[in-house]
């Protein structure tokens, strides 16, 4: 029997019909300079220790940190991003060894900056979650997290950073005001060309867990981060906190974490029309992993989702995928 019917005279399967056609018209597509590395340090010599709570992730010593680098340059990879795990009788209520010039961030970025010089960029976390004893990004009292006495902390180790070659400074902490402070603090000391960047939108959310795994904070905390992390039921609130931290000088937005929040990072991007960076954070990447690895999920899944992230307008994305997918992205397998 045949069917007749009236069809349209544009089909639009007509141009998903091959791959190469599908390739051809994409709207979207990834490449090794949409990501940033993040690399997790640790003290010692010689050590590459295994993260439990994130498959494929590791904390290195300072002394095996240019293999890393090493790679990431090789897949041109514009930035690494440093993170620490202190050891605990490092920390304390006020968080000071932030203050050491001679931190395991600082050391790191000195090492890159002098080995490397511009051939790779580094992005440096400023909060004192990594080294306080309850695990807070600030200084606590009476459960309480103290605004201004933290964002004065804030403000020097930003300055310590910057002294050691750091090329991008990152505020995470979500204190008010801190990103003007900084910024008036930076120019002050002659580090007029650091950049500022802002986590201007960081929810207080459930997918943080392998990362404060990873720094040596999740057994630490003892409640929560509501208090100054964003409400996630909240939207308006997000576009109120970028706003505010244009004014003030950041040159940079950071949208944290990723996927949940995909429809504010493209409301920030279509408003403010800047650089908006969005953070795949541990919680995804470990979903994503794991799914993977029991074949839950194909692992084209996590090209899916990054993908998400480069169609709602992302300039740039920490992924701990990054490795993983630039060097797809080098041999043509994407």
């Not at 010599?45 to 293999?67: A, E, F, H, T, V």
């Not at 932030?98 to 050391?107: E, Q, R, T």
């Not at 929560?224 to 970028?242: F, G, P």
Request: glycine residues 6%.
């Amino acid at each position: 029997m045949i069917i007749t019917g009236k069809y349209p005279n544009l089909r639009l399967r007509r141009n998903r019909k091959t791959e190469w056609l599908r390739r051809l018209i994409s709207e979207n597509n990834l490449s090794v300079n949409d990501f940033i590395l993040p690399i997790f340090i640790i003290e010692g010599k010689n050590k590459k220790i295994p993260i439990k709570s994130m498959p494929g992730i590791y904390r290195y010593s300072i002394d095996r940190l240019k293999q890393v680098v090493d790679k990431a340059i090789t897949l041109k990879i514009p930035m690494v991003a440093i993170f620490p795990y202190v050891n605990k009788k490092l920390k304390n209520n006020s968080g000071s060894e932030a203050l050491n010039k001679n931190n395991l961030v600082c050391k790191a970025t000195t090492l890159i900056k002098n080995k490397y010089k511009n051939n790779i960029g580094v992005m440096c976390d400023v909060a004192l979650d990594p080294y306080t004893i309850h695990g807070h990004d600030g200084i606590l009292e009476n459960g309480n997290v103290l605004n201004d006495k933290t964002v004065d902390i804030l403000v020097e180790q930003s300055i310590i950073q910057a002294q050691a070659g750091c090329d991008v400074i990152a505020p995470s902490d979500m204190m008010d005001g801190r990103i003007g402070s900084i910024r008036k603090a930076l120019d002050k000391n002659n580090f007029k060309n650091v950049q500022l960047l802002s986590y201007a939108v960081k929810y207080a959310s459930n997918f943080y867990g392998p990362f404060r795994d990873a720094v040596g904070s999740k057994n630490l905390l003892k409640s929560d981060k509501k208090t100054y992390q964003m409400d996630y039921r909240n939207s308006d609130e997000a576009l109120r906190e970028v706003a505010l931290d244009i004014k003030e000088g950041a040159d940079i937005i950071m949208i944290k974490p990723g996927l949940p929040y995909i429809d504010i990072l493209k409301e920030v991007r279509n408003k403010f029309k800047m650089p908006t960076f969005v953070y795949q954070v541990s919680g995804e990447y470990s979903l994503l992993k794991n799914g993977i690895q029991k074949k839950i999920l194909a692992e084209n899944s996590i090209i899916e989702t990054l993908i998400s992230f480069k169609r709602s307008g992302a300039t740039a994305i920490i992924s701990y995928f990054a490795e993983d997918v630039c060097n797809k992205i080098k041999k043509n397998l994407l």
